[in-house]
């Protein structure tokens, strides 16, 4: 997906104004849950996403989404990961 079409979809929606997520190469982040939901556009490097029992790798141009209060765990590629997230 491209940034723009991303923005506009966001904010279709009644996401919030995304921020930019960094995280470094090869990092983890332990089990986690958010008290929002987030949707978020890769703009480079690699995500896995570890929740209900399933790994699921994220790459530049794609979307994921995680539910409010989803417990997960993150992970990210050699390259790390960057990220617009939006929250609602």
Known sequence: MEQQ????????????????????????????????EAKALILKGEIRLHAGGEIKIYRAGDVFHVRRDEP????????????????R
């Open 5 to 36: 079409e991303f923005l506009e979809a966001l904010k279709a929606e009644g996401y919030a104004e995304p921020v930019l997520v960094e995280r470094a190469p090869n990092g983890t982040l332990a089990d986690h849950a958010h008290p929002f």
């Open 72 to 87: 997960h765990r993150e992970s990210y590629g050699p390259e790390g990961v960057a990220y617009l997230s939006g929250r």
